[in-house]
């Protein structure tokens, strides 16, 4: 009879539409139903006893407000045994379906089943990348439409927790092991990707977007061409830096504004300045770089020197310790996660800071 | 059965003798008097002053904050500001305010008294507590002067062993006020055992006494838990022990089991005190024989116990095994009985009765609201999957203010309200004592109800920048908190304008049939002029107002009027 019970509790499609309500925004996955619908329940039940308690409360206070202060007191019963173990268990019952609702949906959400298009995640303070099956990778989060999705989390640094409001998931990226996250997307468009465990500083700047790509491209669906690829066209545009149209001029690649971008969605902007203040606890200011890079001038480290050129920093990008220059501390590796032209374009970008 | 205890041959029916000795108060002056006094009420008083400059400093820090969320980007200050800012609001008003508050100053001043003794068990560890206290708060303020604090108030782990701010000073500061809290808790569970005056049985303890002897099984337990932890982070920070750090072979989030085996059950150091005072306040200001003694002392024990048992609910998006987050949530619903059982008692005590909206029960009924809607939010997040839109947003934030605010400030200001003519033998303003309550209660709820609706529509917690669509709700909360400020304000100089210009308090202003009630205003230096004997600290129908004394007195014909059970 429980389970009849419980069966009839948890089954949303008996709910009226109107009860239906909550304040969260438009679910945009698989998980939607079950966190919406436990999340009604639960606020229907809060809103009965809320009024209830509430109710009474009022009420008594205009009834039996003191009118004189010896009030002649009415009688009335100091305990009554069977009514508090009505109220104690009656409200049992509901905790049991709340917890059961909660459960279930929460080993879904656990559960990637085994299909699922694989994206890497990398948390550093303060950035996110995102690298997929080909070997490219975004700041931004990619992910086709009406498919399973698992993201493989690592951190580079402290914790750092992946939230994505519209797909109801949420899952910390712990440092020294990886965490898991899938879901499967139903709508194309660009939700918020939010960082919701507290990293430092530009702890609130690790907002980036979730971008869901239609199954078949949509030439009129979005003022937004990125958002009219579908995920395959999306993924060559991506992974080549050479043909994106945001960093053409004349209908030419330009390295310079193509490193601008890099500079920013690589995190390079956390601690390298663009002038010659350094950043506090940050890494070399790049205008006093770029300036070295021009005249060619040594650069000191914590033993000698080296001569700066392009191969200096080609490998203070990829082996960042391998040089270390007095006075600064550890930078982490962008081994992997910066291809060829993209180091270029960095380069580029460097050496035309000082003009 | 608690039922005839008012006809029990215990009753205490002599008149309270007039006062012939110095109260309290007046019994000796100077600085010494007071820095070195073991009395258990001068010892309350200066943690009264303690506690509520705490409670100003922290509050300062949250109207900084609001201010800089009015906008997103920057608005007053920078995002290193404000982080630090939230970190010392968060552990400011945890470790030295809230946690504190209710047992070290009113709890001091009342428990002895309302049990019959002339004071607590160990009066030299009482006094020692304030001092652990006052250090443990210079490290906290030497912390703020030296490089500050930017870890949030759980101190997580690597962000606490890796950050540049004087994270040592600060854990140092929580360490020590761990021994305070342990030596509080100590004393009066020592005190509750050995000193209860005769007559006074354990089921004639007043209920607050039961919620400061539940917390005092908490403070003694957890507390050391919190010690440990907060030494293993020093160690970590200063000798590379590599305990938690990844890099050193560490795991991040055994320190989150730790930290939340201690602050877990701390939720319940926070809230059982206030469910004391609120279970005394509504009788009083009822009229009314509290409903269902028993079930609210036991609820009280009861909660102290599955406290320890649900730490795991903070933990269910951190990587922990799912399997440990099903078990969690499942217990995690078991605290919910017990809670909901207390606010089911307070209600049906004020059926049929007589019921006045002094300061104190407004603030008794304020709490009543805040804290049922706290509590109820709570099943949200105990749900497992709603828990994970829901964790690190600003739900979470709405849900323990409601809880911690609503919860154990609002108590708070009530007891201070209902014991003050106690405390100081002044009675205060109490159309002014009522505008304040009004004006916390309405600035609270426009200051945290926008931020349960802002965290589910996905606003992280401790975000200095925010996305544009959060900014009318953010808004809101700030207005909110100004108002809340006022009202705040306005119940302090209440206070205030009560110790100067304020009437002498009669013995029993409010009709309450507790001992402390039972003895002059302020006490003697021993609490009583004569022998008081234990019995049921709720037959109120017992107390009769004189109109000559503008209070009320015993009056023993009436014992014999009970009214039925």
């Given amino acids: 009879m429980t389970t009849t019970l419980l069966t009839l509790l948890a089954n949303d499609e008996l709910v009226p539409k109107w009860a239906n309500w909550n304040m969260f925004p438009e679910s945009n996955s698989t998980f939607g139903p079950a966190v919406d ?9 809060c809103i009965f006893f809320f009024v209830l308690v509430c109710g009474l409360m009022v009420y008594f206070m205009v009834v039996y407000r003191r009118r004189t202060p010896n009030d002649k007191m009415m009688s009335s019963p100091t305990h009554n045994t069977p009514l508090e173990i009505f109220w104690t268990v009656v409200p049992s019952f509901l905790l049991v379906i709340m917890f059961a609702r909660g459960f279930a949906g929460f080993v879904d959400m656990r559960t990637p089943p085994a299909d699922c298009y694989d994206i890497k995640v990398i948390a550093k303070k303060w950035s996110w990348t995102f690298q997929y099956p080909d070997g490219t990778s975004t700041n931004e989060l990619h992910v086709p439409v009406d498919t399973n999705v698992r993201l493989t989390m690592r951190s580079d640094d402290v914790l ?56 078949q491209p949509d030439p009129n669906g979005n003022e937004d061409a990125l958002l009219n690829m579908d995920f395959p066209q999306w993924l060559v545009y991506a992974s080549d830096i050479t043909r994106n149209k945001n960093f053409m001029t004349d209908g030419k690649f330009d390295p310079v504004k193509a490193g601008a971008e890099l500079y920013k969605t690589k995190g390079c902007s956390a601690c390298h300045s663009l002038t010659d203040q350094r950043i506090a606890n940050g890494g070399p200011p790049w205008l006093p770089l770029s300036h070295a890079l021009k005249t060619g001038e040594e650069i000191q480290l914590q033993d000698g020197s080296v001569k700066a050129d392009d191969n200096y920093v080609r490998e203070s990008i990829l082996a960042p310790n391998a040089k270390r220059r007095t006075g600064y501390g550890n930078m982490p590796s962008y081994q992997g996660q910066m291809k060829d032209p993209e180091i270029d374009a960095i380069i580029a970008f460097i050496k035309s800071l000082d003009k | 059965m608690a039922t005839d205890i008012s006809t029990t041959p215990g009753s205490h029916t002599q008149p309270v003798p007039p006062q012939t000795e110095p109260d309290y108060l007046h019994v000796s002056s100077g600085f010494s008097s007071w820095a070195f006094t073991l009395d258990h009420k001068r010892i309350g008083i200066m943690y ?120 040592i000073a600060a854990t140092f500061g929580a360490f020590i006020l761990g021994f305070s809290s342990i030596f509080t808790g100590l004393n009066f569970i020592v005190t509750v055992h050995t000193m209860r005056a005769p007559g006074m049985s354990w089921f004639r303890i007043p209920l607050f006494v039961w ?17 440990i932890t907060l030494l293993m982070l020093i160690a970590e920070r200063a000798l590379g022990l590599g305990i938690f750090d990844p890099k050193m072979g560490g795991d991040p989030v055994l320190f989150q089991h730790f930290f ?60 922990q095994s799912p399997a440990m987050s099903v078990i969690f949530s499942a217990l995690t619903f078991s605290v919910a009985i017990p809670s909901a059982v207390k606010v089911f008692n307070w209600l049906a005590t004020m059926y049929r009765g007589s019921i006045s909206l002094a300061t104190p029960m407004c603030y008794a009924l304020a709490f009543l609201f805040l804290f049922t809607i706290g509590g109820l939010t709570g099943l949200f997040l105990g749900t497992l999957v709603v828990d994970v839109p829901l964790h690190d947003t600003y739900f979470v934030v709405a849900h323990f203010h409601y809880v911690m605010m609503g919860g154990t400030l609002i108590a708070f200001l009530g007891g201070i309200f209902h014991w003050w003519p106690k405390m100081t033998g002044k009675m205060y303003n109490e159309f002014w004592g009522q505008v304040s309550s009004v004006i916390v209660f309405l600035g609270f709820n426009l200051t945290f109800f926008p931020q349960f609706i802002l965290g589910t529509r996905g606003m992280p917690r401790r975000y200095y920048n925010y996305v ?98």
């Fill in chain 1, 37 to 45: 619908g436990a999340f009604n329940f639960i606020m229907w039940v």
């Fill in chain 1, 160 to 215: 750092h927790s992946l939230y994505i409001p519209t797909m109801r998931v949420k899952m910390d990226v712990v440092p020294g092991r990886y965490t898991y996250l899938w879901f499967k997307a139903l709508k194309p468009g660009q939700q918020h990707l939010f960082c919701t465990e507290y990293c430092g500083r530009e702890h609130s700047m690790m907002i980036t977007k979730c971008v869901v790509h239609p199954t």
């Fill in chain 2, 48 to 167: 009264l002053i303690g506690v509520m400059a705490a409670f100003a400093l922290g509050g300062v820090f949250a109207l900084i904050l609001r201010t800089e969320l009015l906008t997103p980007g920057p608005t007053i200050i920078s995002a290193d500001w404000y982080n630090q800012m939230f970190t010392l609001h968060g552990a400011v008003m945890v470790f030295l305010f809230i946690i504190p508050s209710i047992p070290g100053a009113l709890g001091n001043f009342v428990v002895p008294i309302m049990l019959g003794t002339k004071d607590v068990a160990f009066p030299q560890m009482n006094l020692a507590s304030f001092y652990l206290w006052v250090g443990g708060a210079i490290f906290f303020v030497a912390a703020l002067l030296t490089g500050g604090l930017d870890t949030g108030w759980t101190f997580y782990t690597p962000y606490s062993t890796t950050t540049s701010t004087s994270v």
């Fill in chain 2, 211 to 227: 919620a400061i002897y539940a917390t005092a099984i908490i403070q003694v337990l957890a507390t050391p838990v919190l010690g």
């Fill in chain 2, 260 to 319: 939340w085996f201690y602050s877990h059950p701390a939720v319940y150091i926070m809230i059982l005190p206030a469910m004391g005072i609120i279970s005394e306040l509504i009788s009083t200001y009822s009229r009314r024989h509290i409903f269902g003694y028993r079930f609210i002392a036991f609820s009280s024990v009861g909660l102290a116990l599955l406290g320890f048992l649900v730490w795991g609910h903070h933990m269910f998006t951190s990587g």
């Fill in chain 2, 468 to 565: 544009p669509e959060f900014q009318s709700l953010h808004v809101m909360s700030t207005v909110g908190a100004y108002v809340l400020g006022l009202g705040l304000t306005i119940a302090l100089a209440v206070l205030i304008h009560s110790l100067m210009r304020g009437k002498k308090a009669p013995n029993n202003p409010w009709g309450a049939a507790t001992l402390e009630w039972q003895t002059t205003s302020p006490p003697p230096l021993y609490n009583f002029n004569y022998e008081p004997v234990g019995r049921d600290p709720y037959a109120l129908h017992e107390m009769e107002y004189d109109a000559s004394i503008d209070g009320y007195k015993h009056n023993p014909e009436l014992a014999k009027l009970a009214p039925a059970h």
